[in-house]
């Protein structure tokens, strides 16, 4: 074999050896892939959403750092960036995952604040009812209160019960509901009495 010849089986094989060490890390991918679905089921998008976004920016930039060396020429193409943005990513989908503890504590606490708040102005709402001046006038709206009162109680144990289930976010919106609702009947309550002492 002459030199020449020699110099390009050299030049071949270190453009093949360049090319077999650019393989995409499709592996490390997955199991980043893997990592960020194990935090969306844990509850990520809900109980832990910053750490949860961060996790989605560092997938999506390894993903097209790997589709930009795909789109290169093979004897261009390195995954080295792309390995670190994949462990990353990887990275921050667990911490995703750890926080969700947190923030599922935190949303408990949350929503317990706002049933025990729902249940206090409900009762300020029976009570402003039941005391209500009873004209001949007023009758069917007192009626038509205590409907209302008796459909936010209901509420008010659905959103007991989605607390005791652990969606602590249905609690809490329904137990904002409660209080919106309540808050709106006692203040109608108030207004009716104050027109009722001018007359």
């Not at 020449?4 to 050896?17: E, M, P």
């Not at 199991?31 to 750490?51: H, N, R, V």
């Amino acid at each position: 074999m002459s030199k020449r010849n020699a110099y390009r089986g050299l030049v071949l094989a270190a453009a093949l050896s360049v090319v077999a060490c650019a393989k995409p890390p499709q592996a490390e991918m997955q199991a980043a892939q893997a990592a960020i679905e194990e935090a969306k089921a844990a509850g990520g998008e809900s109980y832990a959403p910053e750490s949860w976004s961060k996790a989605q920016e560092s997938m999506s930039q390894a993903k097209a750092e790997m589709e930009a060396q795909a789109n290169k020429f093979s004897v261009m193409r390195s995954y080295t960036k792309s390995k670190l943005l994949i462990a990353q990513a990887r990275a921050d989908a667990y911490k995703a995952k750890e926080d969700v503890a947190s923030g599922k504590v935190q949303a408990q606490a949350d929503a317990q604040k706002s049933l025990d708040q729902a249940r206090a102005d409900l009762d300020a709402a029976v009570a402003a009812v039941a005391s209500a001046p009873a004209g001949k006038d007023s009758r069917a709206d007192i009626e038509a209160m205590k409907g209302d009162l008796t459909a936010l109680r209901r509420t008010l144990d659905e959103a007991q019960a989605a607390t005791t289930a652990g969606d602590f976010a249905t609690a809490k919106q329904k137990a904002e509901q409660v209080k919106q609702q309540a808050a709106a009947i006692s203040a109608d309550v108030a207004h009716a009495v104050h027109r009722t002492k001018r007359a």
